[in-house]
Protein backbone atom coordinates (compact mmCIF):
# COMPACT_ATOMS: atom_id res chain seq x y z
CA UNK A 1 0.00 0.00 0.00
CA UNK A 2 1.12 3.59 -1.10
CA UNK A 3 2.59 5.55 2.37
CA UNK A 4 1.58 8.93 1.04
CA UNK A 5 -2.37 9.34 2.51
CA UNK A 6 -3.45 10.90 -0.88
CA UNK A 7 -2.67 8.39 -3.25
CA UNK A 8 -3.96 5.74 -0.46
CA UNK A 9 -7.02 7.26 -0.75
CA UNK A 10 -7.95 7.02 -4.62
CA UNK A 11 -6.49 3.29 -4.70
CA UNK A 12 -8.78 0.21 -5.75
CA UNK A 13 -9.92 -2.06 -2.87
CA UNK A 14 -7.11 -4.75 -4.40
CA UNK A 15 -4.52 -1.92 -4.41
CA UNK A 16 -4.71 -1.17 -8.33
CA UNK A 17 -4.65 2.77 -8.63
CA UNK A 18 -7.76 4.77 -10.45
CA UNK A 19 -6.74 4.69 -14.20
CA UNK A 20 -7.58 7.27 -16.42
CA UNK A 21 -10.46 5.73 -17.96
CA UNK A 22 -12.26 4.91 -14.43
CA UNK A 23 -12.13 8.52 -13.73
CA UNK A 24 -13.09 9.99 -16.89
CA UNK A 25 -16.36 7.98 -15.90
CA UNK A 26 -16.44 9.48 -12.68
CA UNK A 27 -16.20 12.89 -13.85
CA UNK A 28 -19.29 11.97 -16.51
CA UNK A 29 -21.43 10.69 -13.59
CA UNK A 30 -20.67 13.79 -11.60
CA UNK A 31 -21.81 16.22 -14.14
CA UNK A 32 -25.10 14.62 -14.34
CA UNK A 33 -26.49 14.53 -10.60
CA UNK A 34 -26.59 17.07 -8.05
CA UNK A 35 -23.79 17.35 -5.93
CA UNK A 36 -25.64 16.48 -3.17
CA UNK A 37 -26.34 13.19 -4.33
CA UNK A 38 -22.75 12.40 -4.93
CA UNK A 39 -23.52 9.16 -1.82
CA UNK A 40 -23.00 5.89 -1.68
CA UNK A 41 -26.34 4.74 -1.52
CA UNK A 42 -27.42 7.09 -4.58
CA UNK A 43 -28.42 3.92 -6.88
CA UNK A 44 -26.65 5.71 -9.62
CA UNK A 45 -23.36 5.39 -7.71
CA UNK A 46 -23.69 1.94 -7.20
CA UNK A 47 -24.24 1.28 -10.61
CA UNK A 48 -21.05 3.07 -11.45
CA UNK A 49 -19.05 1.26 -9.23
CA UNK A 50 -20.61 -1.77 -10.02
CA UNK A 51 -19.32 -1.31 -13.25
CA UNK A 52 -15.63 -0.21 -11.99
CA UNK A 53 -15.65 -3.10 -10.01
CA UNK A 54 -14.86 -0.66 -7.04
CA UNK A 55 -16.64 0.19 -3.51
CA UNK A 56 -20.29 2.72 -3.86
CA UNK A 57 -17.97 3.98 -1.02
CA UNK A 58 -14.73 4.91 -3.21
CA UNK A 59 -17.09 5.81 -6.23
CA UNK A 60 -18.79 8.57 -3.70
CA UNK A 61 -15.33 9.43 -2.75
CA UNK A 62 -14.15 10.34 -5.89
CA UNK A 63 -17.47 12.63 -7.20
CA UNK A 64 -16.08 14.20 -3.76
CA UNK A 65 -12.48 15.11 -4.66
CA UNK A 66 -13.97 16.72 -8.13
CA UNK A 67 -16.24 19.25 -6.20
CA UNK A 68 -12.76 20.25 -5.09
CA UNK A 69 -12.03 22.31 -8.26
CA UNK A 70 -16.15 22.92 -9.50
CA UNK A 71 -16.42 27.04 -9.44
CA UNK A 72 -19.91 27.31 -8.83
CA UNK A 73 -19.26 25.25 -5.82
CA UNK A 74 -16.41 27.14 -4.25
CA UNK A 75 -18.83 30.54 -4.72
CA UNK A 76 -21.42 28.47 -2.68
CA UNK A 77 -18.71 27.97 0.17
CA UNK A 78 -18.71 23.77 -0.68
CA UNK A 79 -14.89 22.97 -0.84
CA UNK A 80 -16.01 19.32 -1.79
CA UNK A 81 -13.06 16.81 -0.95
CA UNK A 82 -9.60 18.29 -0.79
CA UNK A 83 -7.97 15.34 -0.50
CA UNK A 84 -7.67 14.77 -4.46
CA UNK A 85 -4.58 13.45 -6.35
CA UNK A 86 -3.29 15.03 -9.53
CA UNK A 87 -4.82 12.62 -11.98
CA UNK A 88 -7.97 14.35 -10.72
CA UNK A 89 -7.37 17.31 -11.29
CA UNK A 90 -5.59 16.19 -14.49
CA UNK A 91 -9.19 14.62 -15.95
CA UNK A 92 -11.35 17.75 -14.67
CA UNK A 93 -8.89 20.35 -16.18
CA UNK A 94 -9.16 18.01 -19.88
CA UNK A 95 -13.14 17.14 -20.13
CA UNK A 96 -14.72 20.33 -17.79
CA UNK A 97 -15.63 22.34 -20.76
CA UNK A 98 -14.68 20.06 -23.08
CA UNK A 99 -18.17 18.90 -23.04
CA UNK A 100 -18.23 16.65 -26.61
CA UNK A 101 -15.28 15.04 -26.01
CA UNK A 102 -16.25 13.84 -22.12
CA UNK A 103 -19.68 12.59 -23.56
CA UNK A 104 -18.06 10.57 -26.21
CA UNK A 105 -15.21 9.17 -24.49
CA UNK A 106 -17.18 8.23 -21.47
CA UNK A 107 -19.79 6.81 -24.24
CA UNK A 108 -16.98 4.52 -25.82
CA UNK A 109 -15.72 3.57 -22.36
CA UNK A 110 -19.02 2.68 -21.06
CA UNK A 111 -19.58 0.15 -24.15
CA UNK A 112 -16.39 -1.35 -23.06
CA UNK A 113 -17.14 -1.90 -19.28
CA UNK A 114 -20.09 -2.74 -19.87
CA UNK A 115 -19.08 -5.34 -22.24
CA UNK A 116 -16.18 -7.08 -19.72
CA UNK A 117 -19.04 -7.00 -16.56
CA UNK A 118 -21.88 -8.36 -18.26
CA UNK A 119 -24.53 -6.15 -17.40
CA UNK A 120 -25.89 -5.69 -13.95
CA UNK A 121 -25.37 -7.74 -10.82
CA UNK A 122 -28.73 -10.79 -9.89
CA UNK A 123 -31.35 -9.24 -8.73
CA UNK A 124 -30.42 -5.67 -9.18
CA UNK A 125 -33.05 -3.42 -10.64
CA UNK A 126 -32.76 0.62 -11.69
CA UNK A 127 -34.99 2.94 -12.86
CA UNK A 128 -34.79 3.79 -16.55
CA UNK A 129 -33.60 7.43 -15.47
CA UNK A 130 -30.83 5.74 -13.40
CA UNK A 131 -29.94 3.29 -16.56
CA UNK A 132 -29.86 6.14 -19.21
CA UNK A 133 -27.32 7.95 -17.76
CA UNK A 134 -24.52 4.98 -17.55
CA UNK A 135 -25.64 3.04 -20.36
CA UNK A 136 -24.82 4.09 -23.65
CA UNK A 137 -28.02 3.81 -26.26
CA UNK A 138 -28.00 0.49 -28.07
CA UNK A 139 -30.70 -1.07 -30.66
CA UNK A 140 -30.63 -2.23 -34.47
CA UNK A 141 -31.40 1.53 -35.83
CA UNK A 142 -28.72 3.23 -33.96
CA UNK A 143 -25.92 4.06 -36.42
CA UNK A 144 -22.82 5.52 -35.17
CA UNK A 145 -24.03 9.08 -35.37
CA UNK A 146 -27.42 8.60 -34.05
CA UNK A 147 -25.93 7.15 -30.54
CA UNK A 148 -23.95 10.27 -30.44
CA UNK A 149 -26.60 11.97 -30.89
CA UNK A 150 -29.07 10.46 -28.23
CA UNK A 151 -25.49 10.46 -25.83
CA UNK A 152 -25.23 14.09 -26.68
CA UNK A 153 -28.83 14.69 -25.49
CA UNK A 154 -29.18 12.58 -22.32
CA UNK A 155 -25.83 14.26 -21.05
CA UNK A 156 -27.27 17.72 -21.88
CA UNK A 157 -31.18 16.68 -20.31
CA UNK A 158 -29.28 15.21 -17.07
CA UNK A 159 -26.76 17.78 -16.33
CA UNK A 160 -28.89 20.67 -16.78
CA UNK A 161 -32.03 19.24 -14.90
CA UNK A 162 -29.85 17.96 -12.18
CA UNK A 163 -28.58 21.56 -11.95
CA UNK A 164 -31.90 23.27 -11.52
CA UNK A 165 -32.89 20.26 -9.11
CA UNK A 166 -35.98 19.52 -11.50
CA UNK A 167 -37.41 22.87 -11.07
CA UNK A 168 -38.27 25.11 -13.59
CA UNK A 169 -36.01 28.31 -13.20
CA UNK A 170 -39.16 31.12 -14.26
CA UNK A 171 -42.30 29.44 -12.39
CA UNK A 172 -40.71 26.59 -10.06
CA UNK A 173 -42.76 23.64 -11.88
CA UNK A 174 -41.21 20.44 -10.76
CA UNK A 175 -42.77 17.14 -12.82
CA UNK A 176 -39.54 16.43 -14.08
CA UNK A 177 -41.77 14.79 -16.99
CA UNK A 178 -42.82 18.16 -18.25
CA UNK A 179 -39.61 19.94 -17.49
CA UNK A 180 -37.38 20.58 -20.67
CA UNK A 181 -33.44 21.25 -20.75
CA UNK A 182 -33.49 24.04 -22.93
CA UNK A 183 -30.75 25.55 -25.38
CA UNK A 184 -30.33 28.98 -25.35
CA UNK A 185 -28.36 28.75 -28.32
CA UNK A 186 -30.23 26.37 -30.30
CA UNK A 187 -27.99 23.21 -31.72
CA UNK A 188 -28.77 24.01 -34.85
CA UNK A 189 -27.08 27.31 -34.69
CA UNK A 190 -24.52 26.15 -32.94
CA UNK A 191 -23.14 22.57 -32.35
CA UNK A 192 -20.06 23.37 -30.35
CA UNK A 193 -22.55 24.67 -27.65
CA UNK A 194 -24.69 21.62 -27.86
CA UNK A 195 -23.53 19.91 -25.12
CA UNK A 196 -22.75 22.76 -23.03
CA UNK A 197 -24.41 22.79 -19.45
CA UNK A 198 -23.88 26.52 -19.16
CA UNK A 199 -26.29 26.64 -22.63
CA UNK A 200 -28.99 25.76 -21.09
CA UNK A 201 -32.14 26.41 -18.92
CA UNK A 202 -34.66 24.12 -16.78
CA UNK A 203 -37.77 25.03 -18.36
CA UNK A 204 -41.63 23.94 -17.74
CA UNK A 205 -43.19 22.62 -21.24
CA UNK A 206 -45.16 26.30 -21.19
CA UNK A 207 -41.94 28.47 -20.57
CA UNK A 208 -39.75 26.45 -22.92
CA UNK A 209 -41.99 27.09 -26.02
CA UNK A 210 -41.88 30.41 -24.59
CA UNK A 211 -38.41 30.90 -24.37
CA UNK A 212 -37.90 28.62 -27.94
CA UNK A 213 -40.38 31.47 -29.39
CA UNK A 214 -38.95 34.51 -28.40
CA UNK A 215 -41.87 35.48 -26.05
CA UNK A 216 -39.96 34.99 -23.41
CA UNK A 217 -35.81 35.28 -22.50
CA UNK A 218 -33.35 36.03 -19.49
CA UNK A 219 -30.84 38.30 -19.74
CA UNK A 220 -27.63 38.69 -18.37
CA UNK A 221 -28.07 39.85 -15.32
CA UNK A 222 -30.29 36.71 -14.88
CA UNK A 223 -33.84 38.59 -15.07
CA UNK A 224 -36.51 37.51 -16.53
CA UNK A 225 -37.90 39.53 -19.64
CA UNK A 226 -41.47 39.12 -21.44
CA UNK A 227 -42.38 40.55 -24.86
CA UNK A 228 -44.57 43.12 -24.93
CA UNK A 229 -46.70 40.60 -27.25
CA UNK A 230 -48.14 39.10 -24.40
CA UNK A 231 -49.97 41.95 -23.81
CA UNK A 232 -51.96 41.29 -26.38
CA UNK A 233 -53.93 38.44 -24.37
CA UNK A 234 -56.87 38.88 -22.60
CA UNK A 235 -56.70 35.43 -21.33
CA UNK A 236 -55.85 35.44 -17.51
CA UNK A 237 -53.79 32.39 -17.61
CA UNK A 238 -51.08 34.69 -19.28
CA UNK A 239 -50.87 37.18 -16.41
CA UNK A 240 -50.58 34.17 -14.39
CA UNK A 241 -48.40 32.21 -16.11
CA UNK A 242 -46.34 34.90 -17.79
CA UNK A 243 -46.57 38.22 -17.45
CA UNK A 244 -46.43 37.72 -13.66
CA UNK A 245 -42.86 36.63 -13.87
CA UNK A 246 -41.32 39.75 -16.12
CA UNK A 247 -38.67 41.26 -14.45
CA UNK A 248 -38.10 39.07 -11.39
CA UNK A 249 -35.15 37.26 -11.07
CA UNK A 250 -34.90 33.84 -12.34
CA UNK A 251 -33.59 31.42 -10.31
CA UNK A 252 -30.05 30.04 -10.50
CA UNK A 253 -28.80 26.83 -10.52
CA UNK A 254 -26.59 25.02 -8.23
CA UNK A 255 -24.22 23.46 -10.96
CA UNK A 256 -23.83 25.31 -14.40
CA UNK A 257 -24.56 28.80 -14.25
CA UNK A 258 -25.77 30.06 -17.86
CA UNK A 259 -23.30 31.83 -19.81
CA UNK A 260 -23.99 36.02 -20.14
CA UNK A 261 -22.85 35.47 -23.88
CA UNK A 262 -25.20 32.89 -24.71
CA UNK A 263 -28.19 34.56 -22.97
CA UNK A 264 -27.12 37.98 -25.07
CA UNK A 265 -27.19 36.40 -27.70
CA UNK A 266 -30.89 34.57 -27.33
CA UNK A 267 -31.73 38.32 -26.51
CA UNK A 268 -30.77 39.89 -29.83
CA UNK A 269 -31.62 36.76 -31.70
CA UNK A 270 -34.45 34.99 -30.46
CA UNK A 271 -36.71 37.65 -27.44
CA UNK A 272 -39.21 39.75 -29.47
CA UNK A 273 -39.27 42.62 -27.31
Not at 40 to 54: C, D, F, I, K, S
Not at 228 to 257: C, E, G, Q, W, Y
Amino acid sequence: MPSNPVAAAVTHKYGAAWTRDELVLCLYLYCQIPFAETKATNPEVVRLAHLLRRTPGSVARKLGNFGAFDPVLAKRGITGLTHYSKADKGVWDEFYQAWDSLVEHSGRLLEKVQAKVGGLAQGEDLTEEEERIISPPTGRTDRPRTVLTRLYQSFFRRAVLSSYQSVCCVCAFDLPTLLVASHIIPWSVNEKTRTDPQNGLCLCALHDRAFDRGVLTVDTSFTIRVSRSANNSRAAITKHMLLSFKDRPMRLPRRFVPTPEYLAWHGRNIFRA
